[in-house]
Every structure is written in C-alpha cells, then in structure tokens.
C-alpha cells in the first residue's frame, strides 16, 4: 500500500486548510489511519488518527477542536481539516495507515505517506 498526502502549502494564521491522504496498491480501509506531523528541528508527534470504520477519531490535545478527521473508504482517502490554522501548527505532515486502534505511537504504523509541508505565516 503506498499513500500519498495532498494539500499542504503556505496559508496564513486563521486558515482553514484542508489535506487529504490517497491509497493506491491496496486498501486501508480495514486500518486506522493517522496523521503525524513533524515542525523543524523537532521530533515526529501525533496529531489525530481514525478507525477504520471512521466511527471514532482520536486527536492531540494541540488540535483537539480545530482538526477534523473523515474517511471514505470507498475512495481509499482520509482528508484531514484543519481550522483556526497557528504558527505552531507550522510542520511536515504525515499519513500513516495500520491494523491498530486509535494508537499515537510512530511505531504502530506500517505505511507511511511522503508528507506534505503546511507553512502557517504569522
């Protein structure tokens, strides 16, 4: 399964950006599927993830109300929203897909996207 992530770029404080996560080579649709996100010069963390029938989402205390997460799996995408867009949410963003539940550790993924960056100017 390799998965891509979409929609990252310079935005500004307040925006309201949207990133989207695309499988191809498989489904993920029996997976929770995550997103990480990676600022300069710090360590990878956990943002938010979904279980694999998109009942329950799990969410990093840093964006808990802001982001959103939904998934279609019968287009293979999870699309990540984010809302009221900081300069701390400034970062690398990754999806990642695994047979796990609601898990925020890196180690618990098996498939990783490329990451795509989100620049949030002050």
């Known amino acids: 399964v390799q998965l891509q992530a979409f929609g990252g770029g310079l935005v500004q404080t307040g925006d309201s950006p949207r990133l989207s996560c695309a499988a191809s080579?498989?489904?993920?649709?029996?997976?929770?599927v995550a997103w990480f996100r990676q600022a300069p010069g710090r360590e990878r963390e956990f943002a938010a993830a979904i279980d694999w029938m998109g009942f329950t989402t799990f969410y990093a205390d840093s964006v808990k109300g802001r982001f959103t997460l939904s998934r279609d799996n019968a287009k293979n995408t999870v699309t990540l929203q984010m809302n009221s867009l900081k300069p701390d949410d400034t970062a690398v963003y990754y999806c990642?897909?695994?047979?796990?539940?609601?898990?925020?550790?890196?180690?618990?993924?098996?498939?990783w996207g490329q990451g795509t960056l989100v620049t949030v100017s002050s």
């Open positions: 080579g498989g489904t993920v649709s029996r997976y929770t």
């Open positions: 990642a897909a695994g047979p796990v539940y609601g898990s925020s550790r890196i180690g618990s993924y098996d498939y």
